[in-house]
């Protein structure tokens, strides 16, 4: 078989990785001149796109990055060529049971909480997905036997085919990446299809309430109210939604509750999403960087209640309105606006009289909240946007956060 992989970062090497040891005839394609195709063993072109690329493929894998309108994809369907994500291969290549989560907030912390459940159980299980390890590295690496936990964006389930997981969580559907998928119903459908393959022994996780969804897996509720083996150490109501959810699906996967409650007891959240970076003369600096859509900061400034904030928004927005998010700003509070969405947000605070200043960059931004900052205040980077204006990544623009908030204490 004759395969191209569009979009050459961290997905798409892996994907080639994988069908060339399959023995499969691979080439790779990216848009972007200043990616990095060093130790990539097989023909790449750059830049503009030439349909020669094309010519005996059998099969495109694009990464989650590549949206369906790009010319790579609409040319390849033009022809008549199968274009599946870098997931979908990953589960034709894997024959272990997979543990599906996606949703719009919470995906990163509860797939690493179910994966620190298998680990006090002792169950061989991995991570993978869109927590940062493609599905496709763990091809010819994985214990057949173990549980593959694996987080799944909007952008990932879009073009499955195959994907069944055995067990999977929708853990909450809001509005997000309307940028891309051009409505919330397009963002709903992509985001429901992974329970679509899934068949009458399979389970269905789902907020309580929740209505129907596709395939025929059979049906659990979850509520951040549910009584649970023990107490979450990660804090936050939207934190103890996440448990509840991890603690079904582990239930599921016949996971004893003494190991659920040893994870829920010691498992400490993940880096970016409310982690607390430093506290500097009484003031706490929070890193929620992967906070990049509305309803992700919503959640950040409920874990906060009765503490003045000085929140950092801004970013590139993905076309959400920001009302709901200045609605939720508390009497003293305070916004610090960065990148391609000041002048949105700004509009929506000032309609609320929200107090903000237009700081342009994260150095400005910290050393502005860090002036105005008194003993028990929080400055709290959730910026409800992507990162992509000003940085590469989620994770570049919360380290260069810690680095500054550490500066601070000289």
Not at 30 to 54: E, K, N
Not at 56 to 64: C, E, F, Q, R
Not at 217 to 238: K, M, N, S, Y
Not at 386 to 406: I, N, P
Request: glycine letters at 10%.
């Amino acid at each position: 078989m004759k395969a191209l992989v569009v979009g050459l970062a961290r997905s798409g090497r892996a994907a080639i990785d994988a069908l060339v040891a399959q023995g499969n005839d691979v080439s790779g394609y990216d848009s972007s001149t200043d990616v990095d195709v060093s130790g990539i063993g097989v023909d790449v072109r750059l830049g503009p796109w030439d349909d020669v690329a094309l010519a005996g493929v059998d099969l495109v894998v694009k990464s989650p990055g590549v949206p369906n309108d790009r010319p790579p994809v609409v040319a390849a369907r033009a022809r008549g060529i199968e274009v599946i994500s870098e997931i979908e291969l990953g589960t034709r290549l894997l024959s272990n049971p997979i543990l599906g989560v996606t949703g719009t907030n919470g995906k990163t912390t509860t797939t690493a909480l179910l994966g620190a459940m298998f680990v006090a159980a002792g169950i061989p299980a991995a991570t993978a997905g869109n927590i940062g390890r493609p599905l496709t590295s763990l091809v010819g690496v994985a214990d057949p036997e173990a549980w593959i936990v694996c987080e799944l964006s909007s952008f990932q389930l879009e073009d499955i085919d195959t994907l069944h997981p055995q067990i999977a969580i929708l853990l909450n559907l809001e509005p997000d990446h309307l940028d891309r998928h051009g409505s919330f119903e397009a963002y709903s459908n992509a985001k429901l299809r992974i329970f679509e393959n899934q068949g009458a022994d399979d389970v269905a996780i789902l907020p309580r309430g929740f209505g129907s969804v596709p395939g025929a897996g059979q049906r659990l509720e979850f509520d951040g109210r549910d009584e649970l083996p023990a107490e979450p150490l990660i804090p936050g109501a939207h934190n103890r939604e996440n448990s509840a959810a991890a603690v079904a699906a582990a239930r599921a996967a016949g996971i004893p509750d003494d190991a659920i409650a040893e994870a829920l007891r010691t498992f400490p959240g993940v880096e970016h999403r409310i982690e607390e970076v430093a506290t500097i003369d009484g003031v706490r600096y929070v890193n929620d960087s992967k906070a990049t859509n509305v309803s992700a900061t919503l959640r950040a400034l409920a874990s906060f209640p009765g503490t003045r904030k000085l929140v950092i928004l801004g970013g590139r927005g993905k076309a959400e309105p920001y009302a709901p998010l200045a609605a939720a700003f508390a009497r003293g509070d305070r916004a610090y606006l960065i990148g391609e969405a000041t002048e949105d947000l700004a509009a929506a605070l000032e309609a609320t009289d929200v107090e903000y200043e237009r700081s342009g960059d994260l150095s400005t931004a910290v050393a502005a909240a860090a002036r105005e900052a008194r003993e028990g205040d929080v400055v709290l980077l959730s910026p409800a946007c992507a990162s992509f204006d000003q940085f590469t990544s989620y994770e570049q623009r919360g380290e260069e956060f810690g680095k500054l908030a550490q500066k601070l204490t000289g």
